[in-house]
């Protein structure tokens, strides 16, 4: 079965520091990978899949199918980039499947 | 415009009453979707609607849990004798196409509390 894991709850950094947030993935095919944020009081959104290559608000995600990660990164980090980060894959048909989330607290 | 909206955002049932959740796809979006989301948890994947044909029921956790979608737009999700574990936020997507990798846009919940 599709698993993605997220091993971190909360991550913790100082603004301007350089963020990674992890998710490593099972799958055996082809897997479609995506980073949803969720900001507080708002809604989950989209912020990024790995198909587009493309950097959203400063932050990119490579797929590394050797060690089946799509870890999150941006080199600086802002205080408005405090949220709930999901990290989830799509397999053969629409679902979603998501890790557990982690809490990026960027403090000044 | 208009994004996803769901109805009511909270609830609060006693244990073994009945409970319907309404989401309100975004107007032309052929696919709906139901997740759970448990405290402290990433959303779980409950069905999937293609305009009113249910096409993965896979993830609903029992008998007590249906979803419809009789005229392709508008999804309820009706729990029966709602037990503690039922307790979540349930989530509702919708994307436009189906069968392709389209963007989910999601709404912004219903929390269910079972006391």
């Known amino acids: 079965a599709q698993r993605v894991t997220q091993p971190e709850k909360l991550l913790s950094v100082f603004k301007g520091a350089p963020v990674e947030l992890k998710c490593n993935y099972s799958y055996s095919g082809s897997p479609e990978l995506f980073w949803y944020v969720q900001y507080s009081r708002q809604r989950l959104q989209l912020l990024l899949r790995?198909?587009s290559r493309e950097s959203i608000k400063g932050f990119t995600a490579d797929l590394n199918k050797g060690e089946t990660s799509f870890h999150l990164k941006k080199p600086f980090a802002q205080e408005e980039d405090s949220a709930m980060y999901y990290c989830?894959?799509?397999?053969?048909?629409?679902?979603?499947?998501f890790g557990t989330g982690t809490r990026l607290l960027v403090s000044p | 415009g208009a994004g996803v909206s769901q109805s009511p955002r909270y609830k609060v049932a006693k244990r073994g009453q009945d409970v319907a959740l309404r989401c309100d796809p975004i107007s032309g979006h052929v696919s709906l979707f139901w997740y759970q989301q448990a405290l402290g948890q990433g959303p779980e994947f409950l069905t999937y609607f293609q305009n009113e044909a249910q096409l993965d029921k896979s993830g609903l956790p029992s008998d007590r849990f249906f979803a419809e979608r009789p005229e392709g737009s508008v999804s309820t999700l009706k729990i029966q004798r709602t037990q503690q574990e039922d307790s979540a936020v349930y989530l509702c997507?919708?994307?436009?196409?189906?069968?392709?990798?389209?963007?989910?846009?999601f709404g912004p919940g219903t929390r269910l509390t079972v006391t």
């Open positions: 997507a919708s994307s436009s196409l189906a069968g392709t990798s389209y963007e989910q846009y």
């Open positions: 989830a894959s799509r397999g053969g048909f629409q679902k979603l499947v």
């Open positions: 790995h198909i």
